[in-house]
């Protein structure tokens, strides 16, 4: 499989680095989606005694899977060699949303850490704060990603119509 074209990797097509990462993002899906349906039997079929918090693993879990999952579909334009679409603008601002609902799940798990059980581990409370600080940050960066790429379709289209 040949990906580069001269000194330049290729992005877009069949074997562009887009398709390569849409491959590589769908094994994660599978092998996330994988992990939450398998944990719960490897753990009730043993006598490890788990720690009742890894409830709250699970929504921030199920919300970055529907993030990969988004971002599945944003690389399949890209092999498809149409990134500048409404589907483009409407994967990125569901992927903000869901990422926006994580970091409050995040926040929850901090504040639950933090005041509820009272744990006084401060790398679990520095881990809960940096994650919930880094998904505002993301939910920032793909509402601004995606109204870049609604602004681009814009004069896309209007240039195809002067043309």
Known sequence: MEIKEGKNMKVF????????????????????????????????????SINPNIILFYPNAICLLLIIYQFVGLFN???????????TVKRLKASQKISAVASVFWLFDFVFETFIVKNTSILVIIVLLFMFILFIGVTIALYILSELFNKAIEYKNENDLTI
């Not at 334009?77 to 589907?87: A, G």
Request: hydrophobic residues 50%; charged residues 15%; proline residues 4%.
């Open 77 to 87: 334009s890209l092999k498809e060699e149409n990134p500048f679409c409404k589907n």
């Open 13 to 48: 097509g069949k074997y562009g680095l887009g398709n390569i990462l849409k491959i590589l993002l769908q094994i994660v899906f599978i092998f996330g989606i994988s992990i939450l349906i398998i944990f719960p039997i490897i753990i009730s079929n043993t006598n490890i």
